[in-house]
């Protein structure tokens, strides 16, 4: 078991915040999992989205923070779907559930660009306050594997495990993302088959974000300087598409900072959160 894992802070997230599974849509089996902590009274939650390797209690320490300082904080861990389109409607659903209006999102990795095309799906009736990406991307095309996406689903476990283990640094540097690391390992080792390929479909399967539908949204960028599984030429991209967006930047963390520089990653939501 991994350090994190075996933390009195984790263990104080799952016994405290209770984890609930939400049917959006029986036909097609579509089935949210959420944690939902803080005021319920709070209209326009924060809303975090995981990567492809982790579920989202890899958020619990932003989760326990601001849920302490007053903020409705929900993470949510997705059906399996395979498009980007499905995944909107879905998302879309589980909001109407919940019945929230506006809501703020953050998002990791896919988590990032799902939050981006999410937000463009609702491009004319606004659903999304704000955003706040971290290691984010706005091409697919990125990965390579717009072409291979498609046979993901009728791959073996161990293949697409290994994929996404391919884009860890195989030597971190310094104990806390060393302990990242290894807490996303563990999750990813317990991730059924047909989950991991979902989300690697909609990884890897062709997609761009159109940023002039997110003009009116208010953007974070959030990266590290340090390795991580994204190129350089991710960041500048994103920068390019959202030239106005405030920047966090943090000196390290790895592809997981929320975990590994919690304290800092805190901060920035919250000064994000601020004008709102």
Known sequence: MSALRKSQEYSSFRSTVSRKKITVD??????????????????CPLIFLPPVSSYSDIFYQQILYLASMGYRVIAVDYPVVWTHDD?????????????????HLFGSSLGGFLAMKFAEYTSINQRVQSLVVCNGFVDTALFE???????????????????????????????????SIDFVVE??????????????????????????????????????FDESALSSRAKEEMY?????????????????????????????IQIHLKEF
């Open 26 to 43: 029986s036909v097609r089996d579509e089935i949210w999992s959420v944690y939902d902590a803080g005021p319920r009274s709070v209209r």
């Open 87 to 103: 995944w909107c409607e879905s998302f879309r659903k589980l909001l109407d559930v919940l019945q929230l209006d506006r809501v």
């Open 145 to 179: 594997r717009s072409r291979s996406a498609s046979a993901f689903w009728a791959m073996p476990s161990f293949l697409l495990k290994k994929w996404v283990l391919s884009h860890l640094p195989s030597a971190a540097t310094g104990r806390s993302i060393a302990d």
């Open 187 to 224: 999750q990813l080792e317990s991730m059924p088959r047909n989950e991991l390929a979902a989300r690697l479909t909609l990884n890897c399967q062709a997609g761009y974000v159109e940023p002039q539908k997110l003009a009116p949204v208010i953007t974070t960028l959030m990266d590290v």
């Open 240 to 268: 390019k598409c959202f030239p106005d967006a405030k920047r966090a930047h943090l000196k390290q963390g790895g592809n997981f900072p929320y975990l590994s520089f919690c304290a800092e990653v805190n901060v920035y």
